[in-house]
């Protein structure tokens, strides 16, 4: 009885359905703790949390030393008065690229070749931000204090938005940014 | 007070004896389950007024709130649903499975008074400094945001007067053992609120150790906590203290299955074994929000984020067994035995307390619990973290489970423990379904908006200009979802206020039935206690569940692999 102290003995091993079901969600949880692992060696998505800590001042200087020697272009968002104009800067194949989260803009954008490799350094430079980018729905987390580095390698073409997807205040919901594959 | 006794038997003790159940109730501990239940109703009708608010912005088409209401509100909504009113309503649980089930008196009226009004303070203030624009952070409030000291403070005087709510419990376990008010083991109801009790424990201290140094930082008084330790520390909170709101779920679903069916465990050691993982294992459920953050690494994401080895959802799926499993054998036994299926369609599905319950187990178990475990894995939550996935998923377990399961006790609590009839019982009978309907509808609109990649917390998505028509109907799902549910909730808030006031007084009488199985002729209750093979439909049920989890867990990392190599 569930609302009555127990006074009978109650201690008894499963048997029946009862085992057989708990054989069935044992196996599951071992072949889902498995897949993680697995993933790592053999799958290409993976976050390893590769991380560095950085003042924020620091991380900006390092940006804008980035944009200053690989600068492409400028990019003006269209209707977008919050964002206005941001360079376009296009990192070395296989080589570094420094992206900011601020309120309210991701800077600069950047300009990527296809199938190559590139160490994306992100961090955020006042609140905390969300590295969101679409329409592919790749997310990663962006913290001041924090060089979070994601070695990413772009296998589409075309123009991608980052969305912030962590609350930054009033703008969070305008603030974007952009990469070009090409 | 240590010189009477705790044994509500003993006389002179204050308690009477229920006209329905024939079990002993303590005049202490009803006036306190009382005053924590109908504080915490408050609390959610507040948090859904804010529900209905929130989905109405949502729904890009209508676009209801300003900018900054939306915001606050939003950070409103969190806190009264997550903490208030599941905080409120859980203590309310606890006193109750510590006393009556035990034959106990309530350790404390003093102490009792003490927890109820420092989480009433404690509450009110947030409320109030969030409203008054101070404190536009999220439930969350992830460093460096920063609210004004008075949101901080109101968060710890909750977190006190609950811990103070859990202590009085843990002493009325004391005593009741100390003054032999009960002989044997305690009841599974009882044990299940012990393992909510303990997990509250590490969790409110999480809890201390956040909330303190950010308190004394909006102070001015100390340094700005690391942002990345405030996130772990703080989900050391947020996620554990989720659950504490299984813990005491799955104690009403066997609550509720037994006095609505008679049914009973079908294996007491095992379930009381699925108990004791989640007190086990839970506690490293923090990672699930760390899985794509810098500074934590792949090893140690992979080893909490499977708590080792699934252990804790190993034990929902253990209860997702049994509970069905001890309707099916107390069914059977009444006599309800033809086909596979016989004891479904023969279930009292007009009780609002069993329907409830019912509808709970289901849309925990098939929506949140699937959605949950996918979205925590490591590398797939590459592809949901931040979306509206995620309050896709907890949507469906904290509001579609626990919420509506604490709903469903409520039809039981207010004729038992307020002893009065409910008005309006049709209404009643409904107000369940609806609210399923409601929260499956939400729940599926932000799901499937999440995985087109709208973010959670957004005011706005046509800012970005990359979301196309399909995601704006889902959010007209969301919307429509919301707005069912927030009918059933004030329904539900409308039945309980109404017979507090106007329900008839049942005094020495039996409660109303609102609907059970009679046993047919010639059955014994009992009959099938020892066979091991009388579940086939549970078997079935959890063979369908299981098939279901298979083929949404591979579909995500198909759906992973299409996105770009990251490391």
Not at chain 1, 88 to 114: F, N, S, T
Not at chain 1, 149 to 155: D, E, G, N
Not at chain 2, 324 to 339: C, F
Request: contains cysteine; positive net charge.
């Amino acid at each position: 009885m569930s609302l009555r102290p127990l006074t009978a003995p109650w201690f008894h091993g499963p048997a029946g359905h009862e085992k057989i079901w708990l054989g069935c969600a044992i196996l599951w949880c071992f072949v889902m703790s498995l897949m993680m692992p697995y993933w790592h060696f053999r799958g290409k998505q993976n976050s390893t949390g590769e991380a560095y800590t950085v003042k924020p001042a620091d991380f900006l200087a390092r940006t804008e030393k980035f944009v200053a020697a690989n600068r492409v272009g400028t990019y003006k968002h269209p209707g977008n008065a919050l964002l206005g104009e941001v360079p376009v800067v296009e990192p070395p194949p296989g080589g570094d690229a420094y992206l900011i989260g601020r309120m309210w803009q991701w800077y600069p954008a950047l300009r990527l070749r296809q199938g190559e490799t590139y160490r994306i350094h992100l961090s955020a430079l006042d609140l905390q931000h969300g590295f969101s980018l679409q329409p592919l729905n790749m997310n990663f987390q962006a913290v001041p204090g924090y060089d979070h580095v994601l070695t990413l390698t772009p296998t589409s073409k075309g123009e991608f938005t980052i969305v912030c997807n962590e609350f930054c205040g009033i703008g969070h919901s305008s603030m974007t940014g952009k990469i070009f594959v090409e | 007070m240590s010189t009477t006794s705790h044994n509500l038997a003993a006389p002179g003790t204050p308690g009477r004896v229920c006209g329905t159940t024939g079990l002993h109730v303590c005049f202490d501990a009803q006036r306190f389950i009382k005053l924590n239940a109908v504080s915490g109703i408050v609390f959610l009708l507040l948090g859904g007024i804010a529900a209905l608010l929130l989905a109405l912005t949502r729904w890009q088409t209508v676009h209801l709130l300003p900018v900054d209401w939306f915001y606050r509100i939003l950070t409103f909504h969190g806190l009264n649903m997550l903490i208030f009113w599941i905080l409120f309503f859980e203590v309310a649980i606890l006193y109750f499975a510590c006393t009556t089930p035990l034959n106990a008196r309530l350790y404390s009226k003093k102490v009792a008074w003490l927890s109820f009004a420092l989480m009433l303070v404690g509450a009110l203030m947030t409320d109030y400094i969030i409203l008054k624009g101070q404190a536009d952070v999220m439930m969350t409030s992830y460093l460096p945001l920063l609210a004004h000291p008075v949101f901080y403070l109101g968060i710890i005087l909750v977190a006190v007067g609950t811990l103070i709510g859990v202590f009085n419990f843990f002493a009325t376990l004391y005593v009741a053992k100390r003054d032999k008010a009960y002989t044997g083991s305690m009841p599974i109801v009882t044990f299940g609120a012990l393992a909510a009790a303990i997990i509250a424990v590490v969790t409110l201290l999480h809890g201390a150790v956040v909330m303190i140094p950010t308190f004394t930082y909006s102070m001015g008084w100390t340094a700005e906590p690391d942002p990345i330790w405030y996130r772990l520390i703080w989900w050391g909170l947020g996620h554990q203290s989720q659950q504490v709101n299984v813990c005491a779920m799955v104690s009403v679903w066997y609550l509720l299955t037994h006095i609505v069916l008679g049914s009973r465990p079908i294996n007491e050691a095992v379930c009381r074994s699925a108990f004791v993982l989640y007190i086990l294992f839970i506690n490293l459920a923090s990672a699930h929000h760390l899985l794509v953050d810098p500074a934590v690494g792949a090893t140690w994401k992979i080893w909490n984020t499977s708590y080792a080895m699934y252990l804790a959802v190993l034990a929902s799926m253990v209860h997702g067994f049994t509970v069905p499993a001890g309707v099916e054998v107390a069914m059977r036994e009444k006599g309800y035995t033809s086909g596979i299926f016989g004891w479904v369609t023969a279930l009292p599905w007009k009780n609002p307390a069993f329907s409830g319950t019912a509808l709970s187990v289901v849309i925990f178990g098939f929506l949140g619990g699937i959605t949950g475990v996918t979205l925590g894995t490591q590398q797939i939550n590459i592809i949901a973290h931040n979306t509206l996935r995620i309050p896709g998923h907890f949507h469906v377990t904290v509001v579609g489970g626990t919420t509506l399961a604490f709903m469903a006790l409520a039809y039981y609590v207010i004729p038992l423990i307020f002893q009065r009839d409910f008005i309006w019982r049709g209404l009643a009978r409904v107000q369940p379904w609806l609210f399923g309907l409601g929260i499956t509808l939400l729940a599926f609109g932000m799901s499937f908006a999440g995985s087109m990649g709208v973010s959670r917390r957004s005011y706005d998505i046509d800012a970005q200009g990359v979301y196309g028509p399909a995601a704006h109907l889902w959010l007209g799902v969301l919307g429509i979802g919301g707005v069912l549910a927030f009918l059933s909730l004030l329904i539900f808030v409308v039945l309980c206020v109404g017979t507090l006031f106007f329900g008839q007084k049942i005094e020495g009488r039996p409660m109303a039935d609102w609907g059970t199985p009679r046993a047919l002729a010639g059955t014994t209750p009992g009959s099938l206690a020892h066979d091991h093979y009388a579940t086939k439909g549970t078997m079935v049920l959890t063979l369908v569940f299981l098939a279901c989890f298979v083929v949404y867990y591979f579909a995500n990392w198909k759906a992973l692999a299409d996105v770009w190599p990251v490391r």
